[in-house]
């Protein structure tokens, strides 16, 4: 059964930032990039424990996508009763860690 994938308020703050940072309205190269990270986001509704845990907190999962120095991370959070995935947070790689207080959502049940 695939999970439903749901993208956070803050998740959706962050897509918005990266989608004006790396100009995508006025780049063919940029759109393309922002629209395969959203696809990676989505393909997350198949198989989401395939991504390691985050460092910051063993609850929380992580996608990379990109290649260096472009990395991002889509922080999210595996609700395995609700068969849900809630991305919680996406960040640049390079970005320090997190404080696990940061994020927002239900904690794993």
Excluded at 26 to 33: D, K
Aim: one cysteine or more; glycine letters at 6%; hydrophobic letters at 35%.
């Amino acid at each position: 059964m695939a999970y439903r994938v749901k993208i956070m308020p803050r998740a959706e703050r962050d897509l918005a930032d990266i989608y004006r940072r790396i100009e995508a309205r006025t780049s063919g190269a940029a759109r393309n990039w922002y629209l395969g990270l959203r696809d990676a986001i989505r393909a997350l509704r198949a198989r989401p424990n395939r991504c390691p845990l985050t460092p910051e907190d063993g609850d929380l999962r992580h996608l990379l996508y990109g290649n260096k120095p472009h990395i991002y991370r889509a922080i999210y959070r595996v609700l395995e009763d609700e068969k849900q995935v809630l991305v919680l947070h996406i960040r640049h790689g390079a970005q320090s860690e997190f404080k696990p207080d940061e994020l927002m959502g239900p904690r794993r049940t």
